[in-house]
């Protein structure tokens, strides 16, 4: 596709179930990343893809959170038992294998536990 | 943890006049910055980088500044307008083309 898409845009949950967040990266890209940016903060690292691999999970913030990628295409961002705390907006970037001008972001998926 | 910051939370700049953003980043051997802006309810959008052979980049209207000695970026906007006013977040590249952010800086556009 022209640009990284996300889904859901917003997504409402009660507190203690699980949520899928879903990325779609730029046809092509080979790395793919999710961030966390918490209310007037900035981003924090997740999760980095290379490829359907995951050579870096260091910014998961407990079990709760997984994720996966398919080939070089779709991710999904797993969280589980979710909690009020991971309330925030998930930012998914894809970059080409040369990094050229760095990521390009998707809209995000604005997650609220209630 | 990840240390990419800004001096200013907010920024308040009457329109047309030029706007400056400032940024210290920790790692001495990062050698790739970018500039993102973020604008409400939306993704950050590239804006301008610089690799750290060069002291400075022009763009359309942006010129980024870094001082490796003392690990500073900056960020100049000429001739500000409305629809500048966004979130502003300078970005280092780590390894595995992992990018750290700093906490952003707001820039608000006075009319």
């Known amino acids: 596709g022209a640009g990284v898409s996300q889904s859901p845009s917003n997504k409402v949950t009660e507190k203690g179930k699980d949520v899928e967040l879903r990325c779609d990266p730029i046809?092509?890209?080979?790395?793919l990343y999710w961030y966390r940016q918490r209310l007037g903060q900035g981003l924090e690292f997740l999760i980095y893809?290379?490829?359907?691999?995951?050579?870096?999970k260091s910014g998961l913030p407990s079990d709760r959170f997984s994720a996966e990628r398919t080939g070089e295409s779709v991710s999904t961002l797993t969280i589980q038992r979710t909690q009020q705390e991971d309330s925030a907006v998930y930012l998914c970037?894809?970059?080409?294998?040369?990094?050229?001008?760095?990521?390009?972001f998707g809209s995000g998926t604005r997650l609220t536990v209630v | 943890g990840e240390s990419v910051g800004l001096h200013l939370p907010t920024l308040s700049v009457q329109e047309g006049d030029n706007s400056i953003i400032n940024c210290a980043y920790s790692?001495?051997?990062?050698?790739?910055f970018i500039w993102y802006k973020q604008e409400s309810g939306k993704g950050p959008q590239f804006i301008i980088d610089?690799?750290?052979?060069?002291d400075k980049r022009q763009g359309q209207r942006v010129t980024v500044l870094l001082n490796k000695t003392v690990k500073h970026l900056s960020l100049q906007i000429a001739a500000t307008q409305p629809g500048d006013s966004a979130v502003y977040f300078c970005?280092?590249?780590?390894?595995?083309?992992?990018?750290?952010f700093g906490k952003g800086n707001q820039v608000v556009v006075i009319p």
């Open positions: 893809f290379q490829g359907n691999s995951a050579p870096d």
């Open positions: 046809s092509g890209h080979t790395a």
């Open positions: 610089i690799r750290s052979n060069m």
């Open positions: 790692n001495s051997a990062s050698d790739y």
């Open positions: 970037a894809s970059s080409s294998q040369h990094f050229s001008y760095g990521y390009t």
């Open positions: 970005a280092e590249k780590r390894g595995n083309n992992r990018l750290a």
